[in-house]
Nanobody, 119 residues
């Protein structure tokens, strides 16, 4: 089981980035897929989540209207489109896949990709 993020980097305020997370080793579409982030000295926080059906999303208050989560089940990939980036979006972004099945929790994390928003 593996989640591999990509797409992070340095971007100016107001810019855009698209993060990708490609999964292998499990049935991608059976999981709730989420992006979290953790800034230096802060706790990890939920950025965006997508339900198993792919039709319902949830966003953190600080990114609503600017970020968008989506998935491509054929590619086993979940995306985070980030627009109008702000310096406070600077963090390491993590991909997560989660489900409960028959009382067992399955909770997978990627290694993280760093996003820096700075002029």
């Amino acid at each position: 089981v593996q989640l591999v993020e990509s797409g992070g980097g340095l971007v100016q305020p107001g810019g855009t980035l698209r993060l990708s997370c490609t999964a292998s080793g499990f049935t991608f579409s059976s999981y709730v897929l989420s992006w979290y982030r953790q800034a230096p000295g802060k706790e990890r926080e939920l950025v965006a989540a997508l339900d198993r059906g792919g039709g319902s999303t949830n966003y953190g208050d600080s990114v609503k209207g600017r970020f968008s989560i989506s998935r491509d089940t054929a590619k086993n990939t979940v995306y985070l489109q980030m627009n109008s980036l702000k310096p406070e979006d600077t963090a390491v972004y993590y991909c997560n896949a989660f489900r409960f099945r028959f009382g067992t929790k399955y909770d997978y994390w990627g290694q993280g990709t760093k996003v820096t928003v700075s002029s």
